[in-house]
């Protein structure tokens, strides 16, 4: 099976076929999320809407996006995790990667100096950075956020990055897409256009797939790690991801 199984070949077929089923299944997906109306209401704890959610993603998931804020799954767990834990406040100098609109409008409130960081001038961040070469002084921040950044970049890279700028006893708060049950990450150099991308990493500009070691690699920028992994009852609760994990990586040193 594995020998008759040509991936040079499947990968030129779907360039074929690319455009077409591209906009079929867009077409598809639309729709879909359109007129799913929600399984259960659900607790948006970002903006305390509660009621039906709108269906979001590729594949599409159920309940997963609060019609009121637009926050995801992860930005509720995020969000429930800073606030449990207390991990902002008025003394911190935040400085936050590709900030998602839902999160960023709560969490600037609750830090002194709130700033944002984007490989895009368009987007007009505070601060227009590679992640993987941060032009910011060492010891500058005492907390940074960062989701779904890892699996586009050299994750190696921009956790030494990130590791570096933050202030001893600061904290990187990370999320990334994760398949617990494998050991080891998905990498191949070889996989390097977008239509082979989405194929191997289920996104044409995903460079990975993270497994379990993704803990091994955060720990070898230098960070100690803690975690926060979606539970019930605050899955069926607040509409998030079975399973899913916030990771907590904090520079050793004084606290702050
Ligand atoms: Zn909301």
């Not at 409008?105 to 993987?132: C, M, S, W």
């Not at 699996?151 to 006893?169: F, N």
């Not at 803690?226 to 899913?244: C, Q």
């Amino acid at each position: 099976m594995d020998e008759a199984w040509d991936t040079a070949q499947l990968t030129d077929r779907t360039e074929e076929f690319r455009e077409v089923l591209d906009a079929q299944n867009r077409k598809l997906r639309n729709r879909f999320m359109q007129m799913a109306a929600g399984i259960a209401p659900r607790l948006c704890p970002l903006c305390d809407y509660f009621g039906n959610f709108a269906a979001f993603g590729q594949p599409p998931r159920f309940d997963a996006r609060c019609p009121s804020c637009a926050s995801l799954e992860r930005h509720r767990l995020i969000w429930l995790a800073i606030t449990r834990q207390g991990l902002l406040d008025p003394s911190h100098r935040l400085l936050h990667f590709a900030a998602e609109g839902p999160l960023r409008k709560r969490i600037h409130k609750l830090v002194g100096q709130y700033e944002t960081a984007e490989l895009r001038a368009d987007l007009f961040p505070d601060h227009i950075l590679n992640i993987e070469a941060i032009d910011l002084p060492d010891d500058s921040f005492d907390r940074i956020i960062c989701n779904h950044v890892l699996e586009h970049v050299d994750d190696r890279k921009a956790l030494r990055e990130m590791h570096r700028i933050l202030r001893p006893g600061g904290i990187a708060i990370l999320t990334t897409p994760l398949i617990e049950a494998w050991a080891e990450t998905y990498e191949n150099p070889e996989i390097s256009n977008p239509a082979d991308r989405f194929l191997h990493f289920g996104q044409n500009d995903h460079v990975r797939v993270f497994g379990r070691d993704l803990r091994a690699r955060i720990i070898a920028a230098g960070f100690v790690l803690d975690e926060v992994t979606a539970k019930e009852p605050d899955v069926h609760r607040f509409g998030l991801m079975r399973g899913e994990t916030v990771f907590i990586a904090t520079k050793p040193g004084a606290s702050s």
